[in-house]
Antibody
Framework: QVQLVQSGSELKKPGASVTLSCKTS????????MNWVRQAPGQGLEWVGWINPNTGNPTYAQAFTGRFVFSLDTSVSTAYLQISSLKAEDTAVYYCARAQGRVHCGGGSCYSGDYFFDYWGQGTLVTVSS | QSVLTQPPSASGTPGQRVTISCSGSSSNIGSNYVYWYQQLPGTAPKLLIY???QWPSGVPDRFSGSKSGTSASLAISGLRSEDEADYYCAAWDDSLSGVVFGGGTKLTVL
C-alpha cells in the first residue's frame, strides 16, 4: 500500500535551517509529483509547491520562493524540504502529498486542469522559537 | 486571505443534510476541476471528492460534490458525529500557476 512517512518534529531557533524528509513506499516514486503543503497553527492549508520526480525541477508558490528548497533522493524514494533563515511565522505543520495529474508549463505559466493529492504524509511540526 | 472562499463554519444535527460552499473565479474553479479534502482533528487531510464529483475508494456516497460556473459545493447527507472535521476545497489556478485552497470550513455535529 502507498505510504508517505515524514520525519519527526523539529524545534529550531530563528535564523537556523531545517530539513524535513518524506519517505515513500508502495509505488514507483518517479511516476508521481511530490508536493508540500503548510498548515500554521489553527489555520488552513497553503500549497508550498511541487517537485518533478523525473527531472528534479522544483516549482514554488509565490509566497515560498527564496528560503524553501525541495530535493529528492530517488535511490531511497524520499523527498526533502529544506527551510533556511527560519522565522517564527514558519511555525507550522508541513505535509508532503503525492499528486495525481500532470502540469504543463509554457510561456511563463503552468496549467493543470486536473491536479490533486491522493496520499498525504502524517505531517511534521516545525516550531521556531528562541 | 484564501483565493477560494468558504464559510468558516457549518453545523447540523445527526441525520441532517448540510452543504458547504466554495467560491472562486474563472482562473481556478471556472476552468479546472474542484477537489475536497477532509481533515479530522489532529490528522492529515484526506481526499474526499475529486474531479468535482467523484469518490475515491472507501469514501461513502453520503458525501457528494458539485460545480457550477465559478462555484462548487460539498453536500453531506445523513450527518454523523464522525463527520465533525475541517473541510477544504481546492483547485488549480491558471493565473497563479499552482494549487489554491479555500480557507476551510469547520463542521460541527450538534
Amino acid at each position: 500500500q502507498v505510504q508517505l512517512v515524514q520525519s519527526g518534529s523539529e524545534l529550531k531557533k530563528p535564523g537556523a535551517s531545517v530539513t524535513l524528509s518524506c519517505k515513500t513506499s508502495g509505488y514507483t516514486f518517479t511516476n508521481y509529483a511530490m508536493n508540500w503543503v503548510r498548515q500554521a497553527p489553527g489555520q488552513g492549508l497553503e500549497w508550498v509547491g511541487w517537485i518533478n520526480p523525473n527531472t528534479g525541477n522544483p516549482t514554488y508558490a509565490q509566497a515560498f520562493t527564496g528560503r524553501f528548497v525541495f530535493s529528492l533522493d530517488t535511490s531511497v524514494s524520499t523527498a526533502y524540504l529544506q527551510i533556511s533563515s527560519l522565522k517564527a511565522e514558519d511555525t507550522a505543520v508541513y505535509y508532503c502529498a503525492r499528486a495525481q495529474g500532470r502540469v504543463h508549463c509554457g510561456g511563463g505559466s503552468c496549467y493543470s486542469g486536473d491536479y490533486f493529492f491522493d496520499y498525504w504524509g502524517q505531517g511534521t511540526l516545525v516550531t521556531v522559537s528562541s | 486571505q484564501s483565493v477560494l472562499t468558504q464559510p468558516p463554519s457549518a453545523s447540523g444535527t445527526p441525520g441532517q443534510r448540510v452543504t458547504i460552499s466554495c467560491s472562486g473565479s474563472s482562473s481556478n474553479i471556472g476552468s479546472n476541476y474542484v477537489y475536497w479534502y477532509q481533515q479530522l482533528p489532529g490528522t492529515a487531510p484526506k481526499l474526499l471528492i475529486y474531479r468535482n464529483n467523484q469518490w475515491p475508494s472507501g469514501v461513502p456516497d453520503r458525501f457528494s460534490g458539485s460545480k457550477s460556473g465559478t462555484s462548487a459545493s460539498l453536500a453531506i447527507s445523513g450527518l454523523r458525529s464522525e463527520d465533525e472535521a475541517d473541510y477544504y476545497c481546492a483547485a488549480w489556478d491558471d493565473s497563479l500557476s499552482g494549487v489554491v485552497f479555500g480557507g476551510g470550513t469547520k463542521l460541527t455535529v450538534l
